[in-house]
T-cell receptor, first 115, second 112 residues
């Protein structure tokens, strides 16, 4: 399988706990994006990387959220001190080239439930 | 005003009919436009991309772009029950290369 992969696929946690998600992009893609999607809404942009550089962060990304892509390959998204409002599907996407016409391909997502 | 607006539907059509999905966007400098299909509980799957005014056809799908009206649409011909899903319109603005702005999606049901 050469698509975008995410792990875990589902995560249930208690409020206040920390969680970390991993995304492995398509191998030749240099751009990696994180989005969050809640029920009935379209995905909302969180952040993106070109290689290992984090180029943009949304205002949605509070200081409890941190993302890394240390070697320009896989990325991790960590949420500290989770809140019930963090319950959502966290989607990772990747693309190649950095042009405005780049097509982003999505992974299967990680569904987070905060109790 | 939201960046991308879609009729939330739901839209219901009989099998074999044409389904028409519409999307408007607010940033006149937007450059790239995408339609994604999302089945319940799954992640978005790319159907079509379009970058210049006019029509673009791919099998049963036709995307239409009118930059003057800031309007993009998706037509699905010979709709099948397997087309039942939520269709997301997404836009890359001219000033923010990379990030996609999504609409809320239109839920389509194709009944046999």
């Amino acid at each position: 399988d050469t698509g975008v992969s995410q792990d875990p696929r589902h995560k249930i946690t208690k409020r206040g706990q920390n969680v970390t998600f991993r995304c492995d992009p398509i191998s030749e893609h240099n751009r990696l994006y994180w989005y969050r999607q809640t029920l009935g809404q379209g995905p909302e942009f969180l952040t993106y990387f070109q290689n290992e550089a984090q180029l943009e962060k949304s205002r949605l990304l509070s200081d409890r959220f941190s993302a890394e892509r240390p070697k320009g390959s896989f990325s991790t998204l960590e949420i500290q001190r989770t809140e019930q409002g963090d319950s959502a599907m966290y989607l990772c996407a990747s693309s190649y080239g950095g042009k405005s016409t780049d097509t982003q391909y999505f992974g299967p997502g990680t569904r987070l439930t905060v109790l | 005003q939201k960046e991308v607006e879609q009729n939330s539907g739901p839209l219901s059509v009989p099998e074999g009919a044409i389904a028409s999905l519409n999307c408007t966007y607010s940033d006149r400098g937007s450059q790239s436009f995408f339609w994604y299909r999302q089945y319940s509980g799954k992640s978005p799957e790319l159907i079509m991309s379009i970058y210049s005014n006019g029509d673009k056809e791919d099998g049963r799908f036709t995307a239409q772009l009118n930059k003057a009206s800031q309007y993009v649409s998706l037509l699905i011909r010979d709709s099948q029950p397997s087309d039942s899903a939520t269709y997301l319109c997404a836009v890359i603005r001219g000033s923010t290369l990379g990030r996609l702005y999504f609409g809320r999606g239109t839920q389509l049901t194709v009944w046999p």
